[in-house]
């Protein structure tokens, strides 16, 4: 979740433009700063290859393909330039495509810092991939790239990308996708299940089941051998929140970035495929405080999303005190989230479903309306790679992976209830 932004602004290599530059043809011309629209999807054995906030620099491998993203509103052509300088050598050949289009293009050290590549044609509205890579240098670097100018037909309706360098950081993360449930007063619990298909679990996922007002649960895909179930409460804004017990094997740290508080994770080999569920809970302590705590579980005999059975399955991850607090379950959400923005042009998709609400008086409720929104990259227009909705009896989220049909932030989805209310003993939990 974003609510600290990441304040960095460099001064660029070369002047970008994030709208209307010069009127060409039918279009506009307008560059696309590689800052926070490209991505190395293709490294070099060495990796050498960066992209800052000013652009690609160390760009020393014919191995190396970079990507770079941006959005127009109709079918047409594009007139493609490069903006940067070559560094380095005295001369480079770099190799230009959108999907099997491709141009080569000259730089020299004579070269003016817009170097015409060509025209492209767009068959259709929506995202549009430009790979380049080096073919040949006669020095170390192929050379530093900024920026993108774009024009032509393909462009007259509009374009769409990140244009706010103080916020690239989150734009290449792209953006996270949440779905809000309104639940009863006193709500002592909540459940609910989460199925990651397979292929979309890249890393730097988090999918989140169970978020309330100050914290969250869920699980993520921390690296290509290392998977976590994440427990988080925020500090409350008088006192440090503490622990007041933990499950077996679960790592305990403070966490801090994106507010402060106490982090909680068990290393779990989560499968995508397979369905999981979740519980949290809420429970005042008589002297003002708050203990939230969480379980996690497979789904118990058999695997898929229709399966019952007992609480034997049930990791217990921690519970935390919440400082100054008396309160039950409020702000019941989910979200989806890319967290390494190395990997924010791969895409991600979970279902969200069951979800229950447990009251003080042992009543369970089938929540079955969820709000969905995302977040300021979306909203501002960053990306527009984001979409959630129904789908059966679940919801789902989908970011990233530069798709072009997103959904309208604030609508209000319903499912059908499925009547399946959770086989959990609350009284025997571990």
Known sequence: MRYLAACRLFGLLFVLSSGVALAQGTG??????LGGNAYITHASPANDETITDTGLHNWDSSQAVISVYFDVQQAGELQLSLVGA???????LVRVSIDRQVRFVHLGLGSPSVIPVGNFFIHKPGYVKVDLQGVSTDGAYYGDISGLQIAGSATAAGTVFANDPANFYWSLRGPSVHLGYSVPAN??????????????????????ADGFSVGYFGMQVNSATE??????????????????????NVVINNFGGEGTGGQSYLDYPWVAGETYRFLVKAQPDGNG?????????????GHGRHSHGND???YFIASWKYADTATYLKGMYSFLECFDSSDGYIGRSALYGNQWAVGTDGTWSEIT????????????????????????HQFFLRNDGFFS????????????????KPNVDLNNLP
């Open 289 to 301: 405080n708050t203990d939230f705590s969480a379980w996690f579980g497979p789904m118990p005999h």
């Open 187 to 208: 709500t002592e619990y909540f459940y609910s299940e989460v199925t990651v298909p397979k292929g979309q679990d890249p890393i730097g996922s988090y999918y989140m």
């Open 227 to 248: 998977r976590r179930i994440l427990f988080s409460v925020w500090d409350a804004p008088t006192h440090k929140t503490t622990l007041v017990r933990q499950g077996p």
């Open 86 to 92: 070559l560094n380095g050598a005295s001369h480079s």
């Open 405 to 420: 049909h997103s959904t309208t932030s604030g609508t209000t989805f319903t499912r059908p209830a499925s009547g399946r």
């Open 369 to 392: 309306s969820a709000y969905f929104d995302v977040d300021p990259t979306g909203l501002n227009k960053q990306r527009l790679d984001f979409a959630g909705g129904k789908f059966g």
């Open 28 to 33: 506009t011309t307008s560059t696309v700063p």
């Open 312 to 314: 034997s399955s049930w």
